[in-house]
C-alpha cells in the first residue's frame, strides 16, 4: 500500500515510518471509523485472518498493562490478574490510556507500544493470535485495519522495545 495513502487516510507518520523499518508491509484495509469491536464486524467481514480487541488495565499496584486478544473471545475478567501474574485489575482511564499510549479509546491497538517510550506498559498477547496466519489490528486510528503475520507483529513490539507477555486464556 503507498505510505501516501495510508497517510492521507489519517495513518500517522510514525506507524507507518516504524512499520517500515521493521521491514513489515501490512495488508490495509480503510473502512468508517470503527470504536469497538461490535462496530468493527461489518467492516472485518471481508478480512481474513485474526481481528483484535484491546484492554487497557491498570493493577492494584500501578502496573499499565495492554492485553491484545482475539475478537471473539470472553474473557474471565477475575481470572485475567493470576493468568498476567498482576494484582486486581481495573479499566484504566481515558486520560491515562492517552497519556501512556498515545491513543484515545476505540484506537486501541499494540502498536501504540510505538509511543510507549518510558515502558510504562506491559503488552500481553492472546497466545491464540501467535497461531494464526495474520493478525488484524488498528494502526493508531479506528478508521483502518492492517494485517501482518503474527511474527512481524511481535518483531514491531520489540522495535519499540517491548517484549510482549504471551499468554494462555484458554478455550474460546
Do not use: Q, Y
Not at 98 to 121: F, H
Request: with cysteine; net charge positive.
Amino acid at each position: 500500500m503507498n505510505h501516501l495513502l495510508a497517510r492521507a487516510n489519517g495513518v500517522p507518520d510514525d506507524v507507518i515510518d516504524a512499520l517500515a523499518a521493521v521491514g513489515i508491509v501490512p495488508a490495509w484495509r480503510f473502512h468508517p471509523a470503527a470504536p469497538t469491536v461490535a462496530a468493527a464486524m461489518e467492516h472485518w467481514k471481508d478480512i481474513p485472518g485474526a481481528h483484535a480487541k484491546n484492554l487497557f488495565f491498570k493493577d492494584a499496584g500501578s502496573r499499565l498493562w495492554l492485553l491484545t486478544a482475539l475478537a471473539e473471545r470472553r474473557l474471565d475478567l477475575k481470572g485475567l490478574p493470576k493468568i498476567l501474574g498482576s494484582k486486581r485489575l481495573s479499566f484504566g482511564s481515558a486520560p491515562l490510556l492517552e497519556e501512556a499510549l498515545g491513543v484515545t479509546p476505540g484506537s486501541v491497538t499494540p502498536l501504540a507500544a510505538l509511543r510507549d517510550r518510558a515502558r510504562r506498559v506491559t503488552i500481553a498477547l492472546d497466545a491464540d493470535l501467535t497461531r494464526a496466519e495474520t493478525v488484524n489490528v488498528h494502526p493508531l486510528v479506528n478508521t483502518a485495519t492492517i494485517g501482518m503475520r503474527p511474527a512481524e507483529l511481535i518483531a514491531f513490539l520489540r522495535h519499540c522495545g517491548h517484549d510482549p507477555l504471551l499468554v494462555e486464556l484458554g478455550p474460546l
